[in-house]
């Protein structure tokens, strides 16, 4: 059912764009509110009095250089402080009876000096992904833009030779954020393609590391990583497999035949498993030290001092034993 807007609403709504036409939806539209003007400009000027238009005016005009402003999104907070205390000061400025054509120039240099000292936000990084933190506030219109990006990442081909290891590394070069991010690879046997409808989920893949060894023919195709952030897909990667190498000796012909129907039959995503990686792999890749591994590190570390203690106590004991 239809809720009735009141009529007071809709005219105080068709007066404000009348009077503010000449910088519709800048800055200082999006942070201030139309009432908050009026009651400046009515200190300012007066209730009745004949300048209260040109006190409307004024306030616009002195604000249009803000009109096509853009700031980093996180920022809106402090550029409403800012806007908040600046309706403040004129209040005070209105009230000791001081001149609304010296203070709006003086408030609108005030806020771009503001502005300025901002925190920007960040460039968009090609090729793809959902970019939360290159997100943007335009003034103009009072709405936010991301990146003009595509979700899907460009295909990458990956050459392994048969029996080898094939590892997939599900990582974007921009910022992702720090908590709740997901991933979750899917398979598309046989084919090249970003369509996904081709492919189908592999259940116990997780983390943004995976790999498959040792590689088979059946391998062969493309792997989808999608990069979540609760539940919002911020990217996905794709990974075209192509494996070469001779079969093993004493493979025939017919073997082969057989091994290319198996290929189309239906079966079990078990390819994948999650990267486990040896100590060497976590002393020479920093980003393998999750949580989980820095803490089974330092187990390992725990045990091999108390191995150490223990041996140390028993041979001082054996010593002792001697003649």
Same mark, same amino acid.
């Given at each position: 059912?239809?809720?009735?807007?009141?009529?007071?609403?809709?005219?105080?709504?068709?007066?404000?764009?009348?009077?503010?036409?000449?910088?519709?939806?800048?800055?200082?539209?999006?942070?201030?509110?139309?009432?908050?003007?009026?009651?400046?400009?009515?200190?300012?000027?007066?209730?009745?009095?004949?300048?209260?238009?040109?006190?409307?005016?004024?306030?616009?005009?002195?604000?249009?250089?803000?009109?096509?402003?853009?700031?980093?999104?996180?920022?809106?907070?402090?550029?409403?402080?800012?806007? =908040?205390?600046?309706?403040? /000061?004129?209040?005070?400025?209105? @009230?000791?009876?001081? &001149?609304?054509?010296?203070?709006? +120039?003086? *408030?609108?240099?005030?806020?771009?000096?503001?502005?300025?000292?901002?925190?920007?936000?960040?460039?968009?990084?090609?090729?793809?992904?959902?970019?939360?933190?290159?997100?943007?506030?335009?003034?103009?219109?009072?709405?936010?833009?991301?990146?003009?990006?595509?979700?899907?990442?460009?295909?990458?081909?990956?050459?392994?030779?048969?029996?080898?290891?094939?590892?997939?590394?599900?990582?974007?070069?921009?910022?992702?954020?720090?908590?709740?991010? =997901?991933?979750?690879?899917? /398979?598309?046997?046989?084919?090249? @393609?970003?369509?996904? &409808?081709?492919?189908?989920?592999? +259940?116990? *893949?997780?983390?943004?590391?995976?790999?498959?060894?040792?590689?088979?023919?059946?391998?062969?195709?493309?792997?989808?990583?999608?990069?979540?952030?609760?539940?919002?897909?911020?990217?996905?990667?794709?990974?075209?497999?192509?494996?070469?190498?001779?079969?093993?000796?004493?493979?025939?012909?017919?073997?082969?035949?057989?091994?290319?129907?198996?290929?189309?039959?239906?079966?079990?995503?078990?390819?994948?498993?999650?990267?486990?990686?040896?100590?060497?792999?976590?002393?020479?890749?920093?980003?393998?030290?999750?949580?989980?591994?820095?803490?089974?590190?330092?187990?390992?570390?725990?045990?091999?001092?108390?191995?150490?203690?223990?041996?140390?106590?028993?041979?001082?004991?054996?010593?002792?034993?001697?003649?």
């Amino acid at each position: 059912m239809a809720l009735l807007v009141p009529a007071s609403s809709v005219l105080s709504a068709l007066v404000a764009l009348t009077v503010f036409r000449a910088s519709a939806w800048a800055c200082l539209l999006c942070f201030t509110s139309y009432n908050e003007r009026l009651q400046i400009c009515q200190i300012f000027a007066g209730l009745e009095s004949p300048n209260l238009g040109k006190c409307e005016e004024a306030f616009t005009d002195a604000f249009k250089g803000l009109l096509d402003t853009e700031i980093n999104y996180d920022e809106r907070g402090h550029l409403h402080d800012a806007f =908040t205390q600046m309706t403040h /000061f004129l209040q005070e400025m209105a @009230t000791a009876q001081g &001149s609304f054509r010296v203070a709006f +120039p003086d *408030a609108a240099k005030k806020m771009q000096k503001v502005i300025l000292q901002l925190k920007e936000a960040q460039a968009c990084i090609p090729p793809c992904g959902l970019q939360e933190v290159a997100r943007r506030f335009r003034c103009r219109g009072c709405y936010s833009t991301v990146c003009d990006l595509p979700l899907d990442c460009p295909v990458k081909d990956v050459t392994v030779t048969r029996g080898q290891q094939a590892m997939f590394s599900c990582t974007v070069n921009f910022q992702l954020p720090k908590e709740e991010i =997901t991933y979750s690879w899917k /398979f598309a046997g046989g084919i090249r @393609t970003q369509d996904l &409808s081709y492919f189908r989920e592999i +259940p116990r *893949a997780q983390g943004y590391l995976a790999r498959i060894r040792p590689v088979q023919p059946t391998h062969g195709g493309t792997f989808s990583c999608v990069i979540t952030h609760d539940q919002r897909p911020l990217a996905r990667l794709y990974f075209f497999l192509n494996v070469t190498g001779p079969p093993p000796r004493g493979e025939t012909e017919l073997q082969v035949s057989f091994r290319e129907v198996l290929r189309w039959a239906p079966r079990e995503a078990e390819m994948i498993e999650p990267w486990r990686p040896s100590l060497g792999e976590l002393l020479a890749s920093p980003e393998a030290l999750t949580p989980g591994n820095q803490c089974l590190l330092a187990a390992a570390v725990a045990l091999a001092s108390a191995g150490v203690t223990v041996l140390a106590c028993h041979t001082g004991e054996v010593r002792d034993t001697r003649p």
